[in-house]
């Protein structure tokens, strides 16, 4: 696969919308700084040598409804095989990558248009080194790094390549053959959720996911699917 290495860019997603008409499929690129990226519901993500921004270009894919789940599921596999044996990576449903019940990696898919092709672009945030004052002073006390997690800081360049790699083997397939892989990792099932949409909140059980990968959950009126779109799914204590 082709990979880009960048010393500065506004955001890898943005990169890639701009040139993927040119670039080959599978193409993956970083950069050591990123000034402008972006998570999902509008959240803010500036990348510097403490994170790894890296975003991969996936040209025409199959089953584009699903794929950030399948992305999820390449982090938590690249990630374990980064760190010291014993460490396991799960996934707060739909995208949010967690090591040790701290959000470590962010994933934002986004969509564009050549011709009759449609395009994804797989944007992954992954925190490398950030301190444990870092994450209180910003004031995401559920977030943490690789480092301050597992005492391990992987080589940034052999985790971006490794990382690409996965999620484009990964992509590459169905969903049906991720799936049982993938519904081990989601770390909401079994768990009373808080379903959040703006102002709205919504309590009930998350008890599968479907084959399309949407959260099935239950209340009092009955199963249903949340997909994930502008919805954020927090624990009913916490955040998972």
Known sequence: MKTIFLERTDSTNSYLKAHHNELPDKTAVTALLQTAG????????????????????????????????????????????????????????????????????GILCESVRFGDCLNVIIGIGINLSQSENYFSEAGIPHG??????????????RLFESVAERVAERCGMSFSECFEEYKKRVLNLGREVRIIRGENVRNAFAEGISENGFLICRDENGAFEV???EVSVRGKEGYI
């Open 144 to 157: 943490g790094s690789l480092l301050s997690l597992t005492g391990v800081k992987p080589d940034r360049e």
């Open 227 to 229: 997909n994930s779109g």
């Open 38 to 105: 972006r998570g999902r519901l509008g959240h803010s993500w500036e990348g510097n040598s403490d994170m790894l921004p890296m975003s991969v270009l996936l040209k025409n894919p199959s089953e584009p409804v699903n794929i950030s789940a399948r992305a999820g599921l390449a982090v938590c596999e690249a990630l374990e095989n980064a760190l010291p044996e014993g460490f396991h990576a799960g996934v707060k449903w739909p995208n949010d990558v967690i090591l040790n019940n701290r959000k470590v990696c």
